[in-house]
């Protein structure tokens, strides 16, 4: 029976999964807080060798004998923050231990309570639990201990990516360092031992190998004053604590592992759902075709900026078994960028759509059409400022048309004004993918630059798409971007949100000027893009207008009418 078996109770970790634990020991030093790390013992084919971490390892079959021993915390409590009905207080206890053999720090008081100082015999039992010929309840009973689990707390859940060769689950635990211990390396799994606080270890200066996880965590730790704010912070953390777990990808450099918040995740997931090919690119490689599924093609321009991120997306969507094909948003007219779409086309291009008329989207149109021998659907600008005025569409697409690919290939135009006044979005209906163009970015928020954009009808739009029945949104900038509706709802709160700020500001002084209110609205953006937030806040301002909530009285001046 394994030890996963014998302590976990109602959880069982994946096939092939180590249950394991680690704990993150905390002090306050002179230049704030500081975490205890520890440097592996350089192993041959060893991937953790040499790597930078905290504390812990694997749970073994005695770690469950040490529950009777524990004062501070329960099973149930623990579970529960890990949305488990028992079992978690193993892993507490497993990353105790470690602790203790790799550190010689024990999170122990004694029978009346008092922090615990190491004795005569510990450093003996430390080296029997090290050797594995005694347990951690047999050390606290010889020793007349308590594991002292008072100021313990829960701190994340991470499973190693799937092709690591061994992969652990492990719970990570957060507590303040015994204050009368001193941590020795045990020079076997440890080979140094540092306190620093976590910008330090994070200093790419140091050369530390350090592991997605370690990285990520010492960026949370990082925003802490002290031990009392980092413990106080673990303690409010919603329960059930979320399981990260990272992918294996690739950059131009080779392998690399990301997070779920890296911008590539959701497309590395979806291109490599086992997570055992690793050869999902992180980066938007321009003239590099990607393919996204049977029916899509990406090509990214090389037109990276301010403006358009990594560059612009093209896109070829069909049906390989019909053999008839069309390209969203040909880019900019750059040569480079046409020979990139054709040596990628995946088979006769008949249509060429332009999501909208901005120079970074529609330019090349006229010459992908002409290559390919297709037509061009598009609407035209309605306004002059940015637009790609050269744009010839050979017919302009109404809302709910739909453009049959083949029997099993369907896409629909769907208008959504806002960034632009002729933005079309148009709809894979068999794959549920949304081509947004930039009406939903990726990362960021869209400029909403009157007068051709409206901040009304952007808001409109975007409530518009909640009812369609969406999985994936392909936009004009950027990577698969999952969970739509989650994406457009936080969308429309952040704009909510600055409205609510417009307004905070402009009630408050009665009448103001854009330059007035432009530093209170946009406190949190920097500075060198104040340009074009004075762009979005006037379009706020003309949205709070067409509300009767605000008056333009001319030369940049705006009065409040009320609610």
Same mark, same amino acid.
């Given at each position: 029976m394994t030890a996963a078996s014998i302590l976990l109770g109602d959880y069982t970790p994946p096939p092939g999964v180590r249950p394991s634990a680690s704990l993150l020991l905390l002090r306050d030093g002179q230049a704030g807080l500081e975490v205890l790390l520890l440097r592996r013992a350089e192993r041959a084919r060893d991937w953790l060798s040499g790597a930078v971490v905290f504390p812990g390892g694997v749970l073994e079959a005695g770690d469950g004998e040490a529950a009777r021993c524990v004062v501070g915390a329960s099973d149930a409590d623990l579970s529960a923050?890990?949305?488990? *009905?028992?079992?978690?207080?193993?892993?507490?206890?497993?990353? @105790?231990?470690?602790? /203790?053999?790799?550190?010689?720090?024990?999170? $122990?008081? +004694?029978?009346?309570? =008092?922090?615990?100082? !190491?004795?005569?015999?510990?450093?003996?039992?430390?080296?029997?639990?090290?050797?594995?010929?005694?347990?951690?309840?047999?050390?606290?009973? *010889? %020793?007349?201990?308590?594991?002292?689990?008072?100021?313990?707390?829960?701190?994340s859940?991470?499973?190693?990516?799937?092709?690591?060769?061994? =992969? /652990?689950?492990?719970? /990570? /635990? @957060?507590?303040?360092?015994?204050?009368?211990?001193?941590?020795?390396?045990?020079?076997?799994?440890?080979?140094?031992?540092?306190?620093?606080?976590?910008?330090? &270890?994070?200093?790419?200066?140091?050369?530390?190998k350090l592991f997605p996880v370690t990285r990520r965590t010492l960026q949370e730790l990082s925003a802490f004053a002290d031990v009392e704010a980092a413990l106080a912070a673990a303690a409010a953390r919603p329960a059930p604590l979320p399981r990260v777990m990272p992918r294996h990808a690739r950059t131009r450099k080779g392998p690399t592992i990301i997070v779920p918040d890296h911008l590539a995740f959701a497309e590395v997931c979806?291109?490599?759902?086992?997570? %055992?090919?690793? +050869?999902?690119?992180?980066?938007? @490689?321009?003239?590099?075709?990607? =393919?996204?599924?049977? =029916?899509?093609?990406?090509?990214?321009? !090389?037109?990276?900026?301010?403006?358009?991120? !990594?560059?612009?997306?093209?896109?070829?969507?069909?049906?390989?078994? &019909?053999?008839?094909?069309?390209?969203? +948003?040909?880019?900019?007219?750059?040569?480079?960028? %046409?020979?990139?779409?054709?040596?990628?086309?995946?088979?006769?291009?008949?249509?060429?759509?332009?999501?909208?008329?901005?120079?970074?989207?529609?330019?090349?149109?006229?010459? &992908?059409?002409a290559a390919f021998g297709a037509v061009v659907l598009g609407r035209r600008p309605a306004h002059a400022k940015g637009q790609d005025l050269d744009f010839a569409p050979t017919r302009e697409p109404v809302d709910g048309e739909c453009l049959m690919l083949s029997q099993g290939s369907t896409l629909r135009a769907i208008h959504t004004p806002g960034h632009a006044s002729n933005h079309l979005c148009w709809l894979l209906e068999q794959e549920k993918l949304l081509f947004t163009g930039d009406h939903v970015m990726q990362g960021s928020t869209v400029v909403i630059d009157p007068p051709d954009g409206d901040m009304g009808a952007y808001l409109r739009s975007l409530q518009g798409l909640l009812d369609e029945d969406l999985q994936w949104l392909a936009p004009g900038h950027g990577f698969l971007v $999952?969970?739509?509706h989650a994406v457009l709802r936080a969308l429309i709160a952040h704009r909510l949100r600055r409205e609510a700020r417009v307004v905070a500001a402009l009630s408050a002084r009665g009448e103001a000027s854009l330059d007035e209110l432009l530093p209170e609205v946009y406190a949190d953006t920097p500075e060198h893009l104040f340009p074009v937030a004075r762009r979005s806040l006037l379009a706020h301002l003309l949205k709070l207008q067409e509300d009767a909530r605000a008056l333009d009285l001319g030369g940049d001046r705006w009065r409040w009418l009320g609610a």
């Open positions: 923050r890990y949305g488990l *009905a028992r079992g978690m207080l193993a892993y507490a206890l497993a990353a @105790v231990r470690e602790s /203790f053999e790799e550190l010689g720090l024990l999170l $122990a008081c +004694d029978e009346a309570g =008092r922090p615990a100082s !190491p004795g005569a015999h510990w450093a003996s039992w430390r080296a029997r639990l090290q050797a594995r010929e005694a347990t951690l309840a047999q050390a606290c009973a *010889a %020793l007349a201990l308590r594991l002292d689990l008072r100021r313990l707390h829960a701190w859940h991470w499973l190693t990516p799937p092709g690591t060769p061994t =992969r /652990f689950d492990t719970r /990570f /635990f @957060v507590a303040a360092a015994p204050p009368a211990q001193l941590a020795q390396a045990d020079e076997g799994e440890a080979l140094e031992l540092m306190w620093l606080p976590p910008a330090q &270890a994070l200093d790419a200066a140091r050369g530390y979806k291109l490599d759902p086992e997570g %055992l090919a690793h +050869d999902v690119m992180t980066e938007l @490689v321009a003239g590099q075709a990607v =393919r996204l599924s049977p =029916r899509v093609i990406r090509v990214t321009a !090389p037109n990276p900026g301010v403006m358009t991120g !990594p560059g612009t997306n093209s896109y070829f969507v069909g049906d390989p078994q &019909a053999d008839r094909w069309a390209l969203i +948003d040909p880019g900019p007219a750059d040569a480079a960028h %046409l020979a990139a779409l054709q040596a990628a086309a995946p088979g006769p291009v008949r249509w060429v759509l332009a999501t909208h008329t901005h120079r970074d989207h529609s330019p090349g149109a006229a010459a &992908a059409a $999952a969970e739509p």
